[in-house]
């Protein structure tokens, strides 16, 4: 750990308990704060970039939108007019797609920010999204505040070089068991992005609820999608609903990768459509939490036709490389059929051009070269696993007993469950993913991923709650290089978040594990 860093980390507490202006402690703290740790950073002492009212944003034309992004959070803050414009401009945020080094690949970025001029350069958009992440996060927390603050608006001098260690960086939201309307998955896309999550997970279907609308079987959404755990309204979205969803993620470089669960979890589905019962009966619609009962016919032909529907829709919708096709706690299928089955979606899925992932209970058939299988088990050791592992299989690494943030984080948390054990900040942080399961090399690791599922989660505030201090601990997992992992330097730094998250209105979990400044 370099000098500069210790210093920041002991001089954060001191300033806060001596009442020093949330401005001044945001200057004092410098790169030392941000969350996830960049790969290199060298501060420049005494040396600060004041946002004023001169200040533009100058932007490579190919990344406008993310000039636009950031002028328009300084604007509400500052009150100041920062107007957007063509690069190269004099002084002011600069966002140039060129300089960067070519070692950071096309997510990472060089940010500089001197006495006169903030200028962070990258080899494509998303690097320089990635890099107004980090500036974001320099910024005093005011800067967050939705209404005009009175500043002043310094930003620490010095120098940063980053770009990820894993290129899927995932969270996942389960709407099934619980809807959420459209607003508040945008809000949560903001919240990854904002710690350069870039993959989002929907999980669009299960026993309790269907939630995305399928024009050949539209019974799925309107009945299917009627209801939720504990017997709610449900609800779901058109396929417009979706398409903004995408949308919004996209221009914050974050990719929806959609999840229809099969062949279990799939009572709403059943209850929708009687033909896809082995028996033509359907079932009643459920509204509890038990899994592994419900099975799709995997014998009739037409179980088939609806799967090539579904996932064609979905395919046309979704211009991320992957469907989810989920695959786990199939308990009321037979072992021979399931694998059957997996390996004729998997040929479905391939026809409509797209990758399958799904969770690693998948690897009990023959995957596909390119299919990817996402480990959720609670034990560091899955034979199975590691052999398709080491027969070319990629994993998403997201082991429940370390990134299911639904989990409590102790025996007093009113939320979440306890079936993989309890949850706090330094469990969801303190492992290695690269060198999690035995047996399976960094190498086969394509990212990590945080579900969040939602039997107990009903609010937006809920979500917050569950997600937040720990999601930013597994993002540092998947951006962050391995020599840099420190729970001590960590801690330090996701408590210098609270203020922010203060700030922006997130209700999250004081955990006693992180000295939480002033403000927090």
Sequence with gaps: MNVRRVLAILLVPLLVSLGTPPAVAATAVAFGSVVPVPVTTTATPGVSYAITTSTAVYTDPAAAGIGDRLAALLRRSTGYPIPVAPAPGTGGISLLLSGAPATVGPEGYQLDVTGTSIVIRANQPAGLANGVQTLHQLLPVAADSATVQSGPWPVPGGHIVDYPRFGYRGAMLDVARHFFPVAAVERYIDQLALYKINYLHLHLSDDQGWRIAIGSWPNLATYGGSTAVGGGPGGYYTQADYQQIVAYAAA???????????????????????????DGVAPPLYTGTDVGFSSLCTSKELTYTFIDQVFGELAALTPGPYLHIGGDEAASTAPADYAAFVNRVQQIVAAHGKTVTGWHDIVNATPLPSTVAQYWGTTTRDSTVATAAQRGTRLIMSPASRTYIDMKYNSRTTLGQNWAGYIDVKTAYDWDPGAYLRGVAASSVLGVEAPLWTETLVTGADIDYMAFPRLPAVAELGWSPQATHDWTAFKQRLGAQGPRWHVMGVNYYHSTQISWPGGS
Excluded: K, Q, W
């Excluded at 914050?252 to 082995?278: K, Q, W």
């Design 252 to 278: 914050r470089f974050v990719t929806v990768v959609p999840e229809i669960d099969m062949p279990g979890h799939t009572n709403a589905a059943l209850a929708s459509y009687p033909a896809l019962n082995c």
